[in-house]
Each structure stands twice: as structure tokens, then as C-alpha cells.
């Protein structure tokens, strides 16, 4: 990297020469949070076409096996008393989840990082974090927030997982799986329920949702380095009271809970964040219970009622194949591994 640009060669060598490199015995989290959005990813179409490859074919079924797939593993949100996952797996079928051995109540939040995913806050215990092994498959109970915690986000960035804000509070906590305590290191300043977090390389944004119950367009930044909260020029595109997004770095792609689709671009360049408008369009309201994947050009849509698929190019619903989910409720978002 440092010599393309030191050297500035064509965008056609560019491209041989990182058809050339190893990228898939490269860190992942370099991967994403330092090479997918340097100037050389961004300035280059057809480099993003091969990192977005590798990260997607380098990533390991949860099974003993050691072949790749190219699909990623998606873990839906729920709630039913203690059963609050489910596994679609890489082949497209089914797994249930162990219970809980909490009811964090419905209003709780996950995140992911590397093979484990961390559950944080909710209606009936606002203190409460789980963690699901998803190799292990087993569960385990974690130390209590400082604050509850309820229809906020949670999110990784450098290796600590961040739990923000919520409808009682816009305190922001913070823990890394060494750690035993979660320290509160900030304030959104806002009590923001339903918003979608983005991390960027060592900042966290926060888009849209509710703040102090009023659908917003807001984007708020958190710095996991300096802990300072500012407030993005830029707003998004729709205003939305419940907001879910699937994320493949620089693109995002969001819906919220009137059916409104969309595409954008986020960047940090210099330490300067920057989102840019690729795509709106419409779609089917799911009121405020579904989450999204984006796969192949199309999302993917997750809900009560099994999954629904938006082709983003040609802007429309198409049929979907897709087998239903042994467990049926409402989702509350997803997750993908």
C-alpha cells in the first residue's frame, strides 16, 4: 500500500498487483478497518470487488469442517422468554439455539466479535450481558452494566465491545473480553432508542432511530480513542424512527421501518468521516420488527414472516425460496458471523 502510493501507478497495475498479494493470510480487522477504505479500495472498483471477496470467502463455516464458504453465517434476534437466537447457516437451513440462561426481556442488543456474540440491556433486566459461543455453542452470563440499558445499540470497535445509549439514558459503556468491569466512558449527550451503529475504523456512528422518542435523520460520531461524541453535518437520507443496516465496509445498506431502502457510502479519511448518498428507494414497511442482510447485490430481509429479497439494482421485491424458521415471532434484528 505504501508503495502504490508512494508511486501512484496505474489503477489497471493496481489491480495486478493485489490480485498478487496474499489478502487472505492478511488480519481481517486490517483488512476491513484499514484497507477496505484507504484511498487504494476506494479509488478502485474492481480492488473493492477483490478484498469484498476475500472477506467474505475466508470466513469458516461453525462446524469442524475447514472448507470456505462464501455465504456468511446470520444469527437472528428474537424473543421468547430465554430463547433469544437463531442460527441460518452458510447452506442456507435452519439451527436453533440453546436458551438463554437469562430473560433479558425484549429492548436488548447483540454485537459480534470474532466468534462470540455479546447480548447487553433489556426491558425486564436493563444490567444484564450474555454471551453466546457460537463455536462452543454454549452460553454464559457476563457482568452487569453500570446503567440499564434498553432498545439501544451494541457494537465492536478495537477488539471491545460498546453498549450505546437507550431510551432512559445516552450513557455509553465499554468492555473488552479481558476485562472484568464495564467502565462508562461517554454521553451521547441524547437519549436515542432504535439506531443503527456503524463502526468506521475507531469510531462508532450512530444513524437515525428515535431520539427522546421523535423519529430523527441524526448521525452522531463516538470516538473509542479520544471518547469525544460529536454530531455529522451530514444527515441521512430519510428520517426514521427504527432504523436496521447491514454493513460491508465503505458501503452500508439501511432500512428503516417505513420501507425506505438505502445505500451509502462511509468513510474515514484524514480522521474526517464522510457519507455519501449512493441509493434510495422503496420498499414494504416492516414496522420496527426485522433486520436486513445484504448478499449478491440483493438484501435480505428477516421477519415474522419468514425472509423477503430486494433486488437493489432493479429496485424490486423477488420471490424468495428461502425455507421458514422453526422458531416463528418477531425479530428484533440480525446478526452475521
Not at 457510502?265 to 484524514?270: A, L, M, P, Q
Amino acid at each position: 500500500m505504501q508503495w502504490i502510493e508512494h508511486n501512484n501507478p496505474e489503477q489497471e497495475d493496481v489491480q495486478s498487483i493485489l490480485k498478487n498479494v496474499r489478502l487472505d493470510i492478511v488480519d481481517r480487522h486490517f483488512l476491513v478497518n484499514e484497507v477496505a477504505i484507504s484511498n487504494i479500495a476506494l479509488e478502485n472498483s474492481a480492488v473493492r470487488e477483490i478484498i469484498q471477496h476475500v472477506l467474505c470467502s475466508a470466513l469458516p463455516q461453525l462446524t469442524s469442517t475447514t472448507r470456505f464458504v462464501a455465504n456468511r453465517s446470520v444469527f437472528i434476534l428474537h424473543h421468547t422468554d430465554k430463547l433469544l437466537l437463531s442460527w441460518f447457516t452458510p447452506e442456507d437451513k435452519w439451527e436453533d439455539v440453546p436458551p438463554a440462561p437469562v430473560d433479558p426481556g425484549s429492548g436488548y442488543s447483540a454485537a459480534s466479535l470474532d466468534d462470540k456474540i455479546y447480548i447487553t440491556g433489556g426491558f425486564k433486566q436493563g444490567k444484564c450481558t450474555l454471551g453466546y459461543d457460537t463455536i462452543r455453542k454454549v452460553w454464559n452470563v457476563g457482568t452487569d452494566l453500570n446503567h440499564e440499558h434498553c432498545y439501544h445499540c451494541t457494537a465492536t470497535a478495537s477488539s471491545t465491545v460498546h453498549v450505546i445509549s437507550g431510551d432512559d439514558t445516552g450513557t455509553i459503556e465499554e468492555k473488552s473480553d479481558s476485562e472484568e468491569q464495564w467502565q462508562v466512558v461517554g454521553d451521547l449527550g441524547l437519549n436515542r432508542l432504535l439506531a443503527f451503529p456503524v463502526t468506521v475504523g475507531e469510531n462508532i456512528l450512530v444513524m437515525g432511530g428515535q431520539i427522546n422518542y421523535v423519529p430523527s435523520d441524526c448521525i452522531q460520531c463516538f470516538n473509542t480513542t479520544t471518547r469525544a461524541v460529536t454530531k455529522l453535518d451530514i444527515k441521512l437520507p430519510c428520517t426514521s424512527s427504527t432504523l436496521r443496516g447491514s454493513v460491508h465496509p465503505p458501503d452500508v445498506y439501511l432500512i428503516d421501518n417505513d420501507g425506505n431502502v438505502m445505500h451509502i457510502h462511509v468513510t474515514d479519511r484524514n480522521g474526517k468521516i464522510q457519507v455519501e448518498n449512493k441509493l434510495t428507494a422503496k420498499w414494504k414497511s416492516f414496522g420496527h420488527r426485522f433486520g436486513i442482510v445484504h448478499r449478491h447485490g440483493k438484501l435480505l430481509c428477516f421477519s415474522k414472516d419468514g425472509i423477503m429479497k430486494f433486488n437493489l439494482a432493479e429496485r424490486i421485491e423477488e420471490k424468495s425460496t428461502f425455507s421458514k424458521p422453526s422458531r416463528r415471532g418477531d425479530v428484533f434484528g440480525v446478526l452475521t458471523i
